[in-house]
Structure formats: structure tokens, C-alpha cells
Nanobody, 120 residues
Framework: QVQLVESGGGLVQAGDSLRLSCLAS????????MAWFRQAPGKEREFVSA??????DYADSVKGRFTISRDNNKNTVYLQMNSLLPEDTAVYYC???????????????WGQGTQVTVSA
């Protein structure tokens, strides 16, 4: 089993920045792919970004504004979010899988989520 705990969410204004963190524990050696998804009220969960050992992937809506990174020594994945927009408002979830994909069905482990609210 792998446990994931997100942190770093909050209420900010449009144009501000936030950095989300996801701390993994347990059988972390079984996970290659780490990803961030988000879900806004009334909408389906959507892919934000993913990182493997050497590859990264971003949704078009965040490309150029968000940066994903990982510190394997700390078992932590980060999502640096710059130039935040009101439409970035959502609960952000960290996920882990054996592979690196943008499809939520491929991820076996999920965190509890952290709220990001961006005011206009």
C-alpha cells in the first residue's frame, strides 16, 4: 500500500502562486508515476500533470504556468502553480501508479485532496 498526503492549498488571488506538496509513504518503490488531478464543483476529475522518473506531462490548460517536480529522497512530489486563474479553483488530488499516464483509471493510490481557491 501507498499513502499519499497533500498539503499547500489555500485561498489566493488571481495571478498569485501556490506550491502543493504530496508526501508518499509505504511501498513507494512500487510507484513510478506520480500525478496531480483536480476536481471543480460540478465537474469531473481532470488531469493536471504527471511525472515519471524522466518524463513530465501537463494538461494544456496549465502548461507554462504549472511545474511538477519530485524529490525522491523525501518521497515528495510538488506542483508549483504560478499565474493562478479563477478557473484553477478545485480540489487537487495527488495520485500514484506503476506507470506515468494522464488517465485517472491507471492510478491506484490517491490522497485526500487539498482545496485551492483563486479569487478574481
Amino acid at each position: 500500500q501507498v499513502q499519499l498526503v497533500e498539503s499547500g492549498g489555500g485561498l489566493v488571488q488571481a495571478g498569485d502562486s501556490l506550491r502543493l506538496s504530496c508526501l508518499a509513504s509505504g511501498r513507494t518503490f512500487s510507484t513510478n508515476g506520480m500525478a496531480w488531478f483536480r476536481q471543480a464543483p460540478g465537474k469531473e476529475r481532470e488531469f493536471v500533470s504527471a511525472i515519471g522518473w524522466s518524463a513530465v506531462d501537463y494538461a494544456d490548460s496549465v502548461k507554462g504556468r504549472f511545474t511538477i517536480s519530485r524529490d525522491n529522497n523525501k518521497n515528495t512530489v510538488y506542483l508549483q502553480m504560478n499565474s493562478l486563474l479563477p478557473e484553477d479553483t478545485a480540489v487537487y488530488y495527488c495520485a500514484a501508479a506503476r506507470v506515468t499516464t494522464r488517465y485517472s483509471r491507471d492510478y491506484s493510490y490517491w490522497g485526500q485532496g487539498t482545496q485551492v481557491t483563486v479569487s478574481a
